[in-house]
């Protein structure tokens, strides 16, 4: 998975309590990006960082914010878990510099009950 | 709105026969493709890609080509091997941006 891991990697959380996921790579690329999948919805991104504190909102943000202090981290945080967030989330990295290619990390399945 | 889309949802060949894979996007502004392979359980794996100044690239046992005038993009796959099944999609970036967009993806399945 090309130097990325996610944590953790299955939660179950409720209703209305703070969710963060965390992404960490090992490959010193430049942006970042947060996407989740859902069945008939294909990968959708949330949010990306194309630098340290450096982001920007993705197709559907709405409930999410995203936090990138170092390079090799990009927290996603859900500030208020609803079932609709119920998802399996995958980050992704890629160098920029020319290269479009997005590597994908492991996924983390989140259930919110 | 404009999105990348694929024809076929399921497809299942038989084992050693060639596989092409099909996804039509409608964004002619788009300069880059994508195809990535995803198995039960694990993230999306890059297999290949293709910028729209080239019309085909190959890797191993894996082609992609592309069709601008019709706006297709197509992922051949060679002597299919059963650790070839899962679920295959495209992505397209825009001119501007370093954003992708996904298709919906197709689930291969390879009959021994």
């Known amino acids: 998975d090309a130097g990325i891991t996610q944590s953790p990697r299955h939660k179950v959380t409720e209703t209305g309590t703070p969710v963060t996921l965390r992404c960490h790579q090992t490959e010193n690329h430049r942006y970042m990006y947060w996407y989740r999948q859902d069945p008939g919805h294909g990968l959708r991104l949330i949010h990306y960082s194309y630098g340290v504190k450096d982001t920007d909102k993705g197709e559907v943000s709405d409930g999410y914010s995203v936090s990138r202090s170092k390079t090799e981290d990009f927290l996603l945080t859900l500030e208020s878990a609803t079932s609709s967030q119920t998802s399996v989330y995958f980050c992704?990295?890629?160098?920029?510099?020319?290269?479009?290619?997005?590597?994908f990390g492991p996924g983390t399945r989140l259930t919110v009950l | 709105g404009e999105s990348v889309g694929l024809h076929l949802p399921t497809l299942s060949v038989q084992e050693g026969d060639n596989s092409i894979i099909n996804c039509a996007y409608s964004n002619s502004a788009s300069d880059y493709f994508i195809w990535y392979k995803q198995e039960s359980g694990k993230g999306p794996q890059f297999i290949i890609d293709i910028r729209s100044n080239m019309d085909k690239r190959q890797g191993q046992r894996v082609t992609v080509l592309l069709n601008k005038t019709v706006k297709h993009l197509s992922l051949q796959i060679a002597a299919t091997q059963p650790g070839d099944s899962a679920v295959y999609f495209c992505a397209e970036k825009k001119n501007a941006g370093n954003m992708l967009t996904f298709g919906g993806g197709t689930r291969l399945m390879v009959k021994p």
């Open positions: 992704a990295i890629s160098p920029g510099l020319g290269t479009d290619t997005q590597y």
